[in-house]
């Protein structure tokens, strides 16, 4: 049984903070990881994918990927009451295009 | 470029009636997926189709789901009968041979 395992929160962080999301994977055969944010009552909006070990970024994201421990991340930076959301982490399968997604993480920037 | 879109936004049925939700994918996506969200369970995979061959139907609940995908650009999921415990969101999502899923908007069914 595939497991994508989040902290449910709420992450409470001050309005410019930086806000810290977390990630682990029990396939250890995963592929491709990707951040989703969730407004309440909308939809999944796919903010972020990751394919290698390390780094990458975007504006104010930045995915941090680290296949040896099973960890993926999404840092925050500047945060803002706009960012107030549950963010979603999903992983793929070795070769495969289904998603297993976490139960996410609610996240509050307080102005 | 229009998204995924989904139709109806909400749907609130009888126990025992059937359900068909409709969903028409990002043109040029060969991917489609059918979610279930509740706040239980969270998001689950339903099933899948590729160029409009399902692929993997094994998140499908019980024989009541079915779903068919007759061309590239329509999809359904049908509950018949609908039960209370079917009451969730169910999006449909849409992929164009990478990893990455666009979401439409999502239908709400309320099963009473």
């Known amino acids: 049984q595939k497991e994508v395992e989040q902290n449910s929160g709420p992450l409470s962080v001050p309005e410019g903070a930086i806000a810290s999301l977390n990630c682990t994977y029990s396939d250890r055969g995963s592929q491709s990881f990707f951040w989703y944010r969730q407004y309440s009552g909308k939809s999944p909006e796919l903010i972020m994918s990751i394919y290698s070990n390390g780094d990458k970024e975007d504006g104010r994201f930045t995915a941090q990927l680290n296949k040896a421990s099973q960890y993926v991340s999404l840092l925050i930076r500047d945060s803002q009451p706009s960012d107030s959301a549950t963010y979603l982490c999903a992983v793929t399968g070795a070769g495969s295009y289904q998603l297993t997604f976490g139960k996410g993480t609610k996240l509050s920037v307080i102005p | 470029d229009a998204g995924v879109i989904q139709s109806p936004r909400h749907e609130v049925t009888e126990m025992g009636q059937e359900v068909t939700l409709r969903c028409k994918p990002i043109s040029g996506h060969d991917y489609l997926f059918w979610y279930r969200q509740t706040m239980m369970r969270g998001l689950e995979l339903l099933i899948y189709f590729n160029n409009n061959v399902p692929i993997d139907d094994s998140g499908m609940p019980e024989d009541r789901f079915s779903a068919k995908m007759p061309n590239a650009s329509f999809s359904t999921l049908k509950i018949q009968p609908s039960e209370p415990r079917d009451s969730a969101v169910y999006f449909c999502?849409?992929?164009?041979?990478?990893?990455?899923?666009?979401f439409g908007p999502g239908t709400r069914l309320t099963v009473t």
């Open positions: 999502a849409s992929g164009g041979g990478g990893y990455e899923q666009y």
